[in-house]
């Protein structure tokens, strides 16, 4: 997970649009919010977004 989806992941958050787990919502602020990069790891690396979400990193 690079730097920017850590960015774009918190940006969302910081809207309060949406509850974080709800990753289809997540993925559809992202496109309205022209985050491209994140909506393709929420296609490729879902597991990998959960974990940072429960965890705060990515391992």
Known sequence: MTDKIKEQIL???DT???NMFDVNAVQ???????FYELVIFLE???TKYVKFILNGDED
Request: cysteine-free; glycine content about 6%; overall charge negative.
């Open 11 to 13: 940006s969302i958050r």
């Open 16 to 18: 309060g649009l949406t």
């Open 28 to 34: 559809r602020i992202a496109d309205e919010m022209e």
């Open 44 to 46: 490729e690396e879902k």
